[in-house]
């Protein structure tokens, strides 16, 4: 139970400019799969105020939606989603694809900074 909850940091450390971000990164234009609008807001929650631990960004962070697997927890995937404004679509997205892009993006800005 504790390992869930301290992983909870991890995924809100993804916002919705990190998430375009990462699509761009991966040559992905982003548009509706069903009806090809542009306008996909990405869920997003805000953080109360000091609540939460270090490395995590105060403000406006991605929602993160779980779907269950039958066979248990540990076969659950977590995601990330794009919404589409127009006909209702939503697309989801692997969180851990977005983290590790990220991951190595900071790293690589580190080892530049040497
Ligand atoms: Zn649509």
Same mark, same amino acid.
């Given at each position: 139970?504790?390992?869930?909850?301290?992983?909870?940091?991890?995924?809100?450390? $993804? =916002?919705?400019?990190?998430?375009?971000?990462?699509?761009?990164?991966?040559? $992905?234009?982003?548009?509706?799969?069903?009806?090809?609008?542009?306008?996909?807001?990405?869920?997003?929650?805000?953080?109360?105020?000091?609540?939460?631990?270090?490395?995590?960004?105060?403000?406006?962070? =991605? =929602?993160?939606?779980?779907?269950?697997?039958?066979?248990?927890?540990?076969?659950?995937?977590?995601?990330?989603?794009?919404?589409?404004?127009?006909?209702?679509?939503?697309?989801?997205?692997?969180?851990?694809?977005?983290?590790?892009?990220?991951?190595?993006?900071?790293?690589?800005?580190?080892?530049?900074?040497?």
């Amino acid at each position: 139970m504790s390992s869930k909850d301290e992983s909870k940091p991890l995924y809100a450390s $993804v =916002n919705a400019k990190i998430m375009s971000d990462y699509l761009a990164s991966i040559g $992905v234009a982003a548009r509706c799969t069903m009806c090809r609008s542009e306008n996909l807001p990405v869920p997003e929650v805000r953080s109360a105020t000091g609540s939460m631990s270090c490395g995590t960004p105060l403000g406006t962070y =991605n =929602n993160l939606f779980i779907m269950k697997s039958a066979y248990g927890d540990n076969a659950s995937l977590r995601c990330y989603a794009l919404l589409c404004e127009h006909c209702g679509h939503i697309m989801t997205f692997r969180a851990e694809n977005i983290l590790e892009w990220r991951r190595k993006v900071i790293m690589e800005k580190a080892s530049e900074g040497k």
